[in-house]
């Protein structure tokens, strides 16, 4: 996903070593757009080949916190 940011967004950096993640990357956030507003900000993401599970469950964490911040 693009690193440019505007005001009121969200941008998402991924570094993976798994090839082409990228469609499972976009539908993950489509997902979770689906379900709650997502922060405005800047997420780097370095996955290290996780799971679709360890890394919503993950993210979704770091989204609770930024609501607390």
Same mark, same amino acid.
Not at 51 to 57: I, K
């Given at each position: 996903m693009a690193p440019e940011q505007s005001a009121g967004t969200l941008s998402v950096v991924i570094k993976t070593s @798994?090839?082409?993640?990228?469609l499972?990357?976009?539908?993950l956030f489509e997902r979770l757009a689906?379900?709650?507003t997502? !922060?405005?900000g800047r997420l780097e993401i370095n996955?290290?080949?996780a799971? !679709?599970? @360890?890394?919503?469950?993950r993210i979704?964490? @770091?989204f609770e916190?930024?609501?607390?911040a």
């Open positions: @798994v090839d082409g993640s990228g499972r990357w976009q539908h689906s379900l709650r997502l !922060p405005a996955d290290f080949g799971t !679709p599970g @360890v890394a919503r469950l979704e964490q @770091v916190e930024a609501t607390h």
